[in-house]
């Protein structure tokens, strides 16, 4: 296994920081809590997202600006809905979309990484591997949880009301299984049961204590 350097959002403290992936329903959030509990620093990529793109956000104004105010709300918010419309009709709009989150993102959870206590750090990341060649400069590893995608759907219908067919179509737009894997530093099977998963977390967590 290669020798971990810390960089970037985990440099502030010079601790190892670590990108968590892995495709919906697969059991991010649940490992994400097993190492907070541990005592990780976990930080949610998603969230700062949200907040960038709510009204009064910082990335507001650089996307009427990118993209018109058609794609901002009543509120101020990023109009989502117009947005997927819009990257499903023109693929390379993502990638500009991309472009103007991505920085932001990075730039904000390195000031909350440098406020947040914890060993080590954990950015939860869903779309990690989605935007690889940004993440991989911004974290010394790569954790992916992995299932088979009839678990994942399983799973998240379980805990929502999306239907199937629903569930089915966001885990055929994300990353394959097989790309996420290519990706791994470090692969957590949650394909057994709660206690598994949990024994693979305390694992992981002295691993990562120790810094790799
Ligand atoms: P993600 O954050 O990747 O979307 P979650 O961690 O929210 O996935 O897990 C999806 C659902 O499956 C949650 O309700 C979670 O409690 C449950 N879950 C996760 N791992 C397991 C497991 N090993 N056994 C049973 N349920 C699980």
Same mark, same amino acid.
């Given at each position: 296994?290669?020798?971990?350097?810390?960089?970037?959002?985990?440099?502030?403290?010079?601790?190892?920081?670590?990108?968590?992936?892995?495709?919906?329903?697969?059991?991010?959030?649940?490992?994400?809590?097993?190492?907070?509990?541990?005592?990780?620093?976990?930080?949610d990529a998603d969230v700062v997202a949200h907040e960038l793109t709510a009204p009064g956000g910082a990335a507001i104004a650089p996307i009427r600006e990118a993209f018109g105010a058609a794609l901002i709300d009543a509120r101020g918010a990023l109009d989502r809905a117009a947005m997927r419309a819009l990257v499903f009709?023109?693929?390379?709009q993502?990638?500009r979309l991309?472009?103007i989150l991505?920085?932001r993102i990075?730039?904000e959870?390195?000031?909350?990484?440098?406020?947040?206590?914890?060993?080590?750090?954990?950015?939860?990341?869903?779309?990690?591997?989605?935007?690889?060649?940004?993440?991989?400069?911004?974290?010394?590893?790569?954790?992916?949880?992995?299932? *088979?995608?009839?678990?994942?759907?399983?799973?998240?219908? /379980? &805990?929502? !009301?999306? $239907?199937? +067919?629903? %569930?089915? *179509?966001?885990?055929?737009?994300?990353?394959?299984?097989? /790309? &996420?894997? !290519?990706? $791994?530093? +470090?692969? %957590?099977?949650?394909?057994?049961?709660?206690?598994?998963?949990?024994?693979?977390?305390? !694992?992981?967590?002295?691993?990562?204590?120790?810094?790799?």
């Open positions: 296994m290669a020798e971990a350097t810390p960089r970037s959002a985990g440099r502030a403290h010079r601790r190892l920081c670590v990108g968590l992936t892995g495709g919906i329903g697969s059991g991010k959030s649940a490992l994400a809590a097993m190492l907070a509990a541990h005592g990780a620093a976990v930080l009709a023109q693929p390379a993502r990638l991309q472009a991505h920085p990075a730039r959870l390195q000031v909350r990484a440098a406020a947040a206590p914890g060993a080590y750090l954990v950015l939860v990341v869903p779309l990690l591997v989605e935007s690889l060649a940004r993440w991989r400069a911004e974290v010394d590893r790569i954790a992916v949880v992995d299932c *088979a995608p009839e678990l994942q759907l399983q799973r998240v219908i /379980a &805990r929502s !009301a999306l $239907a199937p +067919d629903q %569930v089915r *179509a966001i885990i055929a737009a994300q990353a394959t299984r097989e /790309a &996420r894997l !290519a990706a $791994a530093d +470090d692969v %957590v099977d949650n394909s057994g049961d709660l206690a598994a998963l949990q024994r693979q977390a305390d !694992a992981l967590h002295l691993r990562y204590l120790r810094g790799i």
